[in-house]
């Protein structure tokens, strides 16, 4: 499956922003998907994951009640919700997709197919 992720630009502190993650292919219902993103000089940081049917969802502390993910089997699409963001926010947003249906949600080695990610600037 092949990712492209869009939505990001310059936003103000408070503000919101929806990325959205199209994929190629007609598997995608059968992937889990999750979001990331880095920052300059760091690791890359989970935020957020759905399974294949978005049954279930998983966030991290960081996010949790900001952001929302979602999916649209559909569209081949997934979404992040982001609102009330924060200077800290700032980073290089990416989507990921898995096969693997285990506990792994957060662990970037755990993805097998990314995006070329999409840059989110919050200005304060």
């Known amino acids: 499956v092949q990712l492209q992720a869009s939505g990001g630009g310059l936003v103000q502190a408070g503000g919101s922003l929806r990325l959205s993650c199209a994929a190629s292919g007609r598997t995608f219902s059968t992937y889990a998907l999750g979001w990331f993103r880095q920052a300059p000089g760091q690791e890359r940081e989970f935020l957020s994951a759905?399974?294949?049917?978005?049954?279930?969802?998983y966030y991290a502390d960081s996010v949790q009640g900001r952001f929302t993910i979602s999916r649209d089997n559909a569209k081949s699409t997934a979404y992040l919700q982001m609102n009330s963001l924060k200077p800290e926010d700032t980073a290089v947003y990416y989507c990921?997709?898995?096969?693997?249906?285990?506990?792994?949600?957060?662990?970037?080695?755990?993805?097998?197919?990314w995006g070329p990610g999409t840059q989110v600037t919050v200005s304060s």
């Open positions: 990921a997709a898995r096969r693997t249906h285990d506990s792994a949600w957060y662990l970037v080695a755990a993805y097998t197919y």
């Open positions: 759905i399974t294949w049917n978005g049954g279930a969802t």
